[in-house]
């Protein structure tokens, strides 16, 4: 059973097939993860495997994820992740995780934090059409009336408005492993990714259908 694993999106490219279509890739650089912990139902309630990720100076994290490291005999890791399983992991904590869980074909679920765009306006952050450019318009890109007089004498709950913008989780689902390469643990994925380059990425099996072949 696969937990899954966590790496850092590298960028994009495209890979050519045998019969000259292009593929575009997202490529990703995945592991090695040690497991450092695991849970299981019967001792802690859910069923998880807990990996690490990307080795640093121990002064860049703290006491409490140096003393849990050193518990289990690993070395300092910047990032910690746990991964939810419907049944108790096969894992044992020090175990290497890699691309190699994936093979060509797979379909995978990315999680990752969006480029974050800071304040914006409605003509950006959700497409409004804006006013005429011509001059004395008074009506540009401005937001306008935002809601009724009378009644019910408030802005409506929902009504697209200025503010922030991206800095948000999300998740791409059923995007197709092109291509796994195990000796630089890259992983290439069809389609776009969440977040920006450098960009800290999880990848989990996918329980939907790819939605590109």
Same mark, same amino acid.
């Given at each position: 059973?696969?937990?899954?694993?966590?790496?850092?999106?590298?960028?994009?490219?495209?890979?050519?097939?045998?019969?000259?279509?292009?593929?575009?890739?997202?490529?990703?650089?995945?592991?090695?993860?040690?497991?450092?912990?695991?849970?299981?139902?019967?001792?802690?309630?859910?069923?998880?495997?807990?990996?690490?990720?990307?080795?640093?100076?121990?002064?860049?994290?703290?006491?409490?994820?140096?003393?849990?490291?050193?518990?289990?005999?690993?070395?300092?890791?910047?990032?910690?992740?746990?991964?939810?399983?419907?049944?108790?992991?096969?894992?044992?904590?020090?175990?290497?995780?890699?691309?190699?869980?994936?093979?060509? #074909?797979?379909?995978?679920?990315?999680?990752?934090?969006?480029?974050?765009? *800071?304040? $914006? /306006? +409605?003509? %950006?952050?959700?497409?409004?059409?804006?006013?005429?450019?011509?001059?004395?318009?008074?009506?540009?890109?401005?937001?306008?009336?935002?809601?009724?007089?009378?009644?019910?004498?408030?802005?409506?709950?929902?009504?697209?408005?200025?503010?922030?913008?991206?800095?948000?989780?999300?998740?791409?689902?059923?995007?197709?492993?092109?291509?796994?390469? #195990?000796?630089?643990?890259?992983?290439?994925?069809?389609?776009?990714?969440? *977040?920006? $380059? /450098? +960009?800290? %990425?999880?990848?989990?099996?996918?329980?939907?259908?790819?939605?590109?072949?």
């Amino acid at each position: 059973m696969n937990a899954g694993i966590i790496g850092r999106k590298l960028g994009m490219t495209q890979l050519f097939r045998e019969d000259g279509t292009i593929v575009p890739v997202t490529v990703l650089e995945v592991g090695p993860c040690p497991v450092s912990a695991v849970r299981t139902q019967k001792e802690h309630g859910y069923s998880a495997v807990q990996l690490a990720f990307e080795k640093c100076r121990a002064k860049v994290i703290s006491k409490a994820e140096i003393g849990h490291l050193a518990d289990v005999k690993i070395e300092p890791y910047r990032h910690l992740r746990e991964f939810r399983l419907t049944a108790d992991p096969e894992m044992a904590v020090g175990e290497i995780v890699t691309a190699a869980i994936f093979t060509e #074909g797979d379909t995978v679920d990315i999680s990752g934090i969006t480029k974050g765009h *800071g304040f $914006t /306006g +409605g003509v %950006v952050r959700w497409g409004w059409k804006g006013g005429r450019g011509s001059r004395g318009s008074m009506f540009h890109r401005r937001i306008g009336s935002s809601g009724a007089s009378a009644f019910p004498s408030r802005v409506l709950k929902g009504k697209t408005m200025p503010g922030h913008m991206g800095n948000d989780r999300r998740t791409a689902v059923g995007l197709r492993v092109a291509k796994v390469d #195990g000796e630089r643990n890259l992983l290439y994925v069809r389609g776009a990714v969440p *977040g920006s $380059t /450098g +960009g800290l %990425v999880t990848v989990v099996p996918s329980t939907r259908s790819s939605k590109k072949k």
